[in-house]
């Protein structure tokens, strides 16, 4: 395909950059109907967004113009979408219901799908309620899961999102290869009721396999050795390799299942043990409902097609490099980590999928902390800084059921009024008057409290985070990455960018096993192995 023109957009960009998001509502009078929706239990307003209706339009038939919904087609029929791997790419099988029959490069998958599902499910019943033991006959309490990247966030963030406050099994997760990590982690266990779970896609990662050995050393100082398989799990593409290691038990996906987009698989083997099937089962429903949408509805009114063009629209079209998250409930505190390598690790790239360069920027930094943390902190940026960075805001209404959450999601509110309005010099001169500050002194301090307002976001609420509502934020958002991806014209699926720093510390640790550095090193790296390597 001929490589689509950005004129258009970035002609109604340079008009909507000369314009104040809310005088675009005087200007639209249906501008709030259209820039909102609902989709699949969650309510989207992209109002607060930097473009007008012309805007907005351009946006649109960049997406047409890059035929979103061919590539879209492409992505659902296991296609070899991840062009520079040859593989598909097909989560949403993972999460669609029992008779669906997706194929991956022309060979059928859903049988293989359910059957693991099943497989799971069978497992995590015999194992909670006590079937399932460990070596010495006790039953399992605890769950330590070893796994990094895709193989951590994801589980992660269902855990903290989902669990419940006192859970009748302990899910401790392990990733970092720093074994402050695995020390923390291990606090308070006992390796007779301890099960471990290895996740790994490759079975070959360092940090994992480093992990699971420490973790294999603790289990066999106090297991009877033959009984130590009962004690580990593998989840990985690699089965092989995870039955090499010495795991009596292992769960399979396939290589159509990207790292990052791995939770709907046995990735979430430890979530299921520790929360129940039928917690899982709602979050794969909720999911599957996003899929239906993403699918089904027309493009202007399609949740993830939105949320991406308001960040192409913000990227390519006003320059803006970069895109912060906020949700504003505890319990997605691990949202921004998960979306930073959905997004970044999927479209930080620099050529399209036919290997020229983009020539424009792509993925945007993407960052965060939970919400009303956040506005203690870096929010101070957003509001006054030079650089405009747009927000994403996620607004759980009710976070929790003893207390009222109202006071967390009018903070969310109030943020983004507050940016989209901003406030002239003219008003803090004339609040400070009010306040009783002299002219002079008026003078002095209302610069510092202008803010420039206009600046863009966009609001996702849920009623509550129940396992569908968090399954179908989780599916937004990596649909909202993939559409991005084909306007980009950029493979989304693969992350060649992380294998040079992974070639290059195996060198080094070859440097300081052998205690003789290599010649060629630049010098302030040589200089920082002789200081940092133990002496010999
Ligand atoms: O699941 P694994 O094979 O252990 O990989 C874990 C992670 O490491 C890699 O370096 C990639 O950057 C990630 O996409 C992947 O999720």
Known sequence: MPHVAWTELEAAARQDAQSRIQDQFAADPDRLSRMTLDAAGLHLDLSKQSWSRAGFEAALAQARACDVEGRRAALFAGEAVNLTEGRAVLHPALRAPDGASFHALGEPVSAEVEAVRAEMKTYAQALRCGNETGATGRRFEAVLHIGIGGSD?????????????????????????????????????????????????????????????????????????????????????????????????????????????????????????ALGWEVFQAFLDGAAEMDRHFLEAPLEKNAPVLLALAEIYNVDGLHRGARSVAPYAHALRRLPAFLQQLEMESNGKQVRRDGSAAGRQTCPVVFGEPGSNGQHAFFQQLHQGPQVVPIDFIVVRRTCEKASATALWANALAQAQALMLGKSEAEAHAELIASGASEAEADRLAPHKTFPGNRPSTTVVMERLTPQALGALIALYEHKTFVEGVIWDINSFDQWGVELGKVLAKALLKDVASGAPSADLDPSTAALLSRLAPAR
Request: glycine share 8%; with cysteine; net charge negative.
């Open 153 to 273: 966030l994801g589980p992660r963030l269902i855990w903290d999102a989902l669990r419940p406050l006192d859970p009748d099994i302990d899910l401790r997760f392990v990733a970092n290869i720093d074994p402050r990590d695995m020390a923390e982690a291990l606090v308070g266990l006992d390796p007779e009721t301890t099960l471990v779970v290895v996740v790994s896609k490759t079975f070959s990662t360092q940090e994992t396999l480093t992990n699971a050995e420490a973790a294999k050393a603790w289990l066999a100082a106090s297991l009877p050795g033959e009984g130590l398989a009962k004690h580990f799990i593998g989840v990985t593409a690699a089965p092989e390799k995870a039955q090499a290691f010495g795991c009596g038990r292992t769960f399979a996906f396939r290589d159509w299942v990207g790292g990052r987009y791995s939770l709907w698989s046995a990735v979430s083997l430890s979530c299921v043990l």
